[in-house]
DNA sequence: GTCTACAAGATTGTTAACATTTGGTCGTCG
DNA sequence: CGACGACCAAATGTTAACAATCTTGTAGAC
């Protein structure tokens, strides 16, 4: 009734939603009921995730949604670090003028929302923006790869997003990243997106000092 | 009687090794006899390896070994340029006196090789020298997409290899960059490394034009 | 009271049969 | 001779039952 790729997309929604917290168990019979399916669709699913990262198989033990540790979620996001960089720079090689646009229209959303202390909103904004940018691009291999870090880390970018007083600084890091893609300077493009997310490293690593240990 | 993560490592090395050709279709049916496990482990496999790029499925029309072409093989070392480059910078970090003797090793065995003109043995110390940069860098995240961009684009990596005269320049790169690694300069380990990929990239660049129309 | 042995329950792993889809072949008709 | 359509074979997709494994709870011995 329902293809396998739709089970994997449901699947990873609902983890990445947190309908499916770190460490919940996942149920191959459970699963199936819940999205009307056989089980051997659920496996497929549960193969799937796992090598996304975004599940843990264990042997005749059942599957898990992965937990990230801060050291993790910091590795993570130093690769996303240097491959958001290289995205940036082709955007700044092959963005049109629409696309440019769109850009400053974003951020220009951003702003109100932050004005408007609507930390949901601009949550949502900022993964629109990343993923603009991703696809104006054209480098589909860096932007797969992107996208999946991101999910990995979607939990610890969570907490991130309802820190007081960090969608500020996040502004106005995304506003030089667009300032630099629209000018079309490649290497200020890449320089931008490496201090936005240097500064989300440091924000990650002054959490993970303050609670662990 | 095999379980599923081995038969996904066979089959994975036997893409990577060329007994199935990019293109080729892998029935599930024959491949369940070859490696002596039922369907649905086949199944597993192929759903892992497509998730990982090796494989491509189509509904109902069954899988096949992904093809790669020249602007994705490209596309897939920039990626790996700047991923690499950030594992040579923590290999420059982390890298302890043992490791240093090993690298210069390594250095030492290739030029031998390129001075005996021993192709097969130059590249297979190339894979371990990279490999032990990704392990001495302590980046888990890196080296993992490290690895799998690699495998994605092993069949253009060995029409590499093969090329004359080649070896020469790659040594004194992958010399430069142990250089930089062994002294513990991160920023030299990461601009050799990118210099490194680069003079890859434009390879792959030269050879798509000159085949490409 | 704690530890071990064992049995019951739950869950995954495997197999086999069945259903569906695809692609091609053959034959007929225009 | 070419085009259309019905069949047929091959392969994938799906389901259900069975086997193997792990977990949990319990009873008994020390």
Redesign the interface.
Known sequence: MA??DTITNDLRDDILSGQFAPGDRLLEIQLAEQYDCGR?AV??AL??L???GLVERE?NRGASVRRISIT?AI??T??RS??E??IAAQAAKHALPDDHAELRDIIEQMRSTVANDEGKAYSELNRLLHRRLREMSG????AE?VAN?RNRAAHHQYRLAVMPGRSADSLDQHAAIVDAVVSGDEAAAADAMTAHLESVIEVLQRWGDANVR
């Not at 480098?139 to 860096?142: G, L, N, Q, R, V």
């Open positions: 293809p396998m051997a496996r497929s193969v799937a796992t090598t996304e042997e993790e590795q993570i130093e690769a240097v491959l960089s290289l480098h589909d291999i860096a790869l870090l």
